[in-house]
């Protein structure tokens, strides 16, 4: 258990970020640095919370990084741009966020007196496009040069490389988490699981993009949080990677709209639509490392998942909350 601490959680604001600082907060001195461009934590409850202070800042000015980190003992490092649409649309912002951004960070965590952990988030999306029981020792494999969709990964698995580079060249206590496909309340941006469940909700079309059979696995934010705690403390995790992801709760992307409409009993039809970007067409993790180093195993089965995220999102309805699930769903994240 991590106590009595100072965290300093870049991209705090975010989805995963919102959801590890609420975690967090009741024991422990947080700062969130981040630009607040989408803002999970708002909803909840720890936003207004004593320890919890918030600048709002950018990765990429260096300064104002070095200024907010002083005084850390932790550094979980979520900022970053992603989504497929908006990586495609913004492939040099992506890389440089991703690449400088984090780079800044890093340097930012050296200066500090007593930092016992940084850990740094990466994406399954390094494993490429077909990614069967990955590991974390297998080969990376990116796409072709010159797909926009690709920026992200190439940017991510270079944050990777600087992560465990700082560790092994400077001694900074470092650990990179590769999530895969997390979902649940308080989602920002863009995300299948998110949409879906939006727009079921709403008895609207759920757009499945390309023919559906997009083999993802799937896990809640619960059990992605679970494992940063778990890779913030164990000391075994220092200088190592892992995939973060549940294993169990697999499913087509066609199949998962059709589970998330009968699950939540919506009148829903699925239709197809073109794909609109290169996608990747199997990503499942193995997540013995997972369970051998940091001792955790995702618990939440998808049918809990599913049912926990609509509880969300009905509150927000009943607040005359605006979803916005009308958008484009493009590939499927």
């Known amino acids: 258990m991590i106590k009595d601490q100072n965290i300093f959680i870049t991209g705090g604001a975010g989805f995963i970020g919102s959801t590890l600082v609420n975690a967090l907060v009741a024991n422990n001195k947080i700062t969130v640095f981040d630009s607040m461009a989408r803002n999970a934590l708002k909803r909840l409850p720890c936003a207004t919370h004593s320890n919890l202070s918030i600048v709002q800042g950018d990765v990429m000015d260096k300064n104002a990084v070095m200024q907010a980190i002083k005084g850390a003992n932790y550094v979980v490092h979520c900022a970053g741009v992603a989504g497929i649409d ?8 992506t ?21 016992k952990r940084v850990v740094c988030f990466s994406t399954s999306e390094v494993f ?4 069967m029981d990955v590991r974390e020792s297998d080969r990376t494999v990116i796409g072709a040069a010159g797909h926009a969709r690709w920026t992200y990964a190439v ?16 001694g900074l206590p470092t650990t990179v988490l590769r999530p895969f496909n997390i979902y649940g309340p308080g989602q920002v941006g863009e995300g299948a699981l998110k949409i879906f469940i939006q727009r079921a909700l709403q008895d609207q079309p ?5 023919n559906g059979t997009q083999i ?9 949080v679970k494992a940063t705690l778990c890779a913030m403390f164990a000391a075994s995790a220092i200088g190592e990677s892992f995939n973060i992801g549940n294993a169990r709760s697999v499913e087509t992307i066609f199949g998962l709209a059709n589970t998330v409409v009968r699950t939540l009993n919506s ?6 639509r073109p794909a609109l970007s290169a996608d990747i067409e199997l990503r499942i993790p193995c997540v013995e490392k997972m369970r051998e180093i940091l001792g955790l195993e995702a618990t939440v089965d998808l049918h809990e998942g599913i049912l926990r995220t609509a509880d969300f999102y009905r509150a927000l309805m009943a607040h005359d909350e605006p979803m916005h699930a ?7 994240k």
Not at 110 to 115: G, I, P, V, Y
Not at 128 to 131: F, L, R, Y
Not at 217 to 224: E, G, H, I, P, S
Not at 267 to 272: L, Y
């Open 95 to 115: 890389m440089n966020v991703n690449i400088i951004g984090s780079s800044n960070v890093l340097e930012a965590a050296l200066t500090l007196a007593d930092c």
């Open 326 to 332: 009308t958008g484009q769903l493009c590939a499927q």
């Open 267 to 272: 009148k829903s039809s699925v239709e197809f």
């Open 86 to 93: 908006t990586v495609i649309k913004k492939p040099t912002h």
């Open 206 to 210: 759920l757009y499945v993009y390309g």
């Open 128 to 131: 490429g496009s077909q990614a």
């Open 216 to 224: 993802r696995a799937w896990c809640y934010v619960d059990d992605m």
């Open 155 to 170: 940017s991510k698995l270079a944050e990777e490389h600087l992560a465990i580079a700082y560790h092994q060249e400077f």
